[in-house]
């Protein structure tokens, strides 16, 4: 696991032990189940992300972070920062964790890595949300988040099914 400063601090706040698939949210379950397929171009996608349109992207990096990232469901979490960060990192942990289990399963190898942001919303009320996608790093494309461990402005974390958080996650990428 990549992170920098501010994702490791909400790590440390969030109880990760114990996660299982109760802890992804009912949608998100269902695009774990349904597993994950190889586009013309070859990128690694979530089947149930795919869009039945084809669409042009710049290169497989592209693709991959486009299909692939969706911001977690939080509208069920409560609004004060410091209450809703362990379980908004929780449910995006356990995601993850499920998701890397899965393209280990499908694929055959441990490629596929999984980044998550948190950062607030810009709104009057602005909530901390979260970002997850995920990607394939690619000897001739650059990196999705260059200088990850530097990033300001919001927590970001890259990880990897080699992590072991995959092996950990209870009822996980079971129908």
């Keep these: 696991m990549r992170s920098n400063a501010r ?25 774990v189940q349904r597993g994950w397929s190889l586009t013309p171009s070859g990128g690694r996608v979530l089947t149930d992300l795919l869009l039945n349109v084809p669409t042009q ?9 486009t299909v692939n990232g969706r911001g977690m469901t939080d509208y069920d ?3 004060a920062a410091d ?7 929780r449910r995006c ?9 899965r393209a280990r399963k499908d694929f055959g190898d441990s490629a596929v890595r999984a980044y998550v942001s948190l950062s607030f919303a810009d709104t009057d009320d602005a ?3 979260a970002y997850v996608t995920f990607c394939t790093p690619l000897p001739d494309v650059r990196s999705y988040i260059p200088g990850l461990e530097s990033v300001e402005g919001a ?18 990428d079971r129908p």
């Design 155 to 172: 927590a970001v974390g890259e990880f990897c099914v080699d992590d072991g958080a995959a092996d950990a996650v209870a009822g996980l």
């Design 7 to 31: 994702m490791r601090a909400f790590l440390r706040e969030a109880d990760t032990s114990g996660l299982s698939v109760q802890d992804i949210p009912p949608a998100f379950r269902e695009v």
């Design 77 to 79: 979490l409560p609004s």
């Design 127 to 129: 909530p901390l949300t």
């Design 93 to 101: 942990l356990a995601y993850v964790a499920a998701c890397l289990g």
């Design 83 to 89: 209450e809703r960060a362990p379980l908004l990192v």
């Design 57 to 65: 992207y710049a290169d497989r990096l592209a693709e991959e972070i």
